[in-house]
């Protein structure tokens, strides 16, 4: 048997830590870390970015990730990924070209695009799919900022539960 050695109503109660995908959606999101990071093939670099939600609450403090391929021999790859990059840029209020240090990017809040796909074990997994910047247009403080409303690109459907459309606190 084990005694516990502090007092446990000084602490909230944890938050469950499901691993379960979040549901097609917007959400609301400060970017918690970045890192460059090689490929697996160690042929090039992606920028790996860690998002925590804010919005909708039911989600809150969940973590998301994007992975933007910005050093690879496919062209395509890379070109995607660069695009990718001067979104994020672009949605946490950085003129295009003119973020040259991506640590500036953390605390920064953005409204994340999120979809949902099945890994190779067949479990569904959210992708990062896209940003749109918060309506403030720095990614700043304010407790009334609303992104603008964009469509996620290349997605097409009503926007299911957790989509911030649900969440009387932020009307989008």
Same mark, same amino acid.
């Given at each position: 048997?084990?005694?516990?050695?502090?007092?446990?109503?000084?602490?909230?109660?944890?938050?469950?830590?499901?691993?379960?995908?979040?549901?097609?959606?917007?959400?609301?999101?400060?970017?918690?870390?970045?890192?460059? #990071?090689? $490929?697996? &093939?160690?042929?090039? !670099?992606? *920028?790996?970015?860690?998002?925590? =939600?804010?919005?909708?609450? @039911?989600?809150?403090?969940?973590?998301?990730?994007?992975?933007?391929?910005?050093?690879?021999?496919?062209?395509?790859?890379?070109?995607?990924?660069?695009?990718?990059?001067?979104?994020?840029?672009?949605?946490?209020?950085?003129? #295009?070209? $003119?973020? &040259?240090?991506?640590? !500036?990017? *953390?605390?920064?809040?953005?409204? =994340?695009?999120?979809?949902? @796909?099945?890994?190779?074990?067949?479990?569904?997994?959210?992708?990062?799919?896209?940003?749109?910047?918060?309506?403030?247009?720095?990614?700043?403080?304010?407790?009334?900022?609303?992104?603008?409303?964009?469509?996620?690109?290349?997605?097409?459907?009503?926007?299911?539960?957790?989509?911030?459309?649900?969440?009387?606190?932020?009307?989008?």
């Amino acid at each position: 048997m084990s005694k516990i050695d502090w007092d446990s109503t000084e602490y909230e109660t944890g938050r469950s830590t499901t691993t379960e995908a979040l549901p097609r959606g917007r959400y609301l999101c400060f970017i918690d870390s970045e890192e460059m #990071k090689d $490929t697996k &093939k160690k042929d090039g !670099k992606f *920028l790996e970015v860690m998002f925590e =939600v804010q919005r909708p609450k @039911e989600f809150l403090r969940r973590k998301l990730w994007a992975r933007l391929n910005v050093h690879n021999p496919s062209e395509t790859a890379q070109r995607i990924g660069r695009e990718q990059f001067n979104l994020l840029a672009e949605s946490v209020g950085f003129s #295009k070209g $003119t973020l &040259k240090d991506t640590s !500036k990017l *953390l605390q920064k809040r953005v409204v =994340v695009f999120v979809g949902v @796909e099945r890994g190779n074990d067949n479990e569904p997994r959210n992708i990062v799919t896209g940003f749109a910047a918060v309506e403030d247009g720095a990614g700043g403080s304010s407790e009334r900022e609303q992104p603008k409303r964009e469509p996620a690109p290349a997605r097409t459907g009503a926007a299911k539960a957790g989509s911030l459309d649900d969440d009387d606190d932020i009307p989008f």
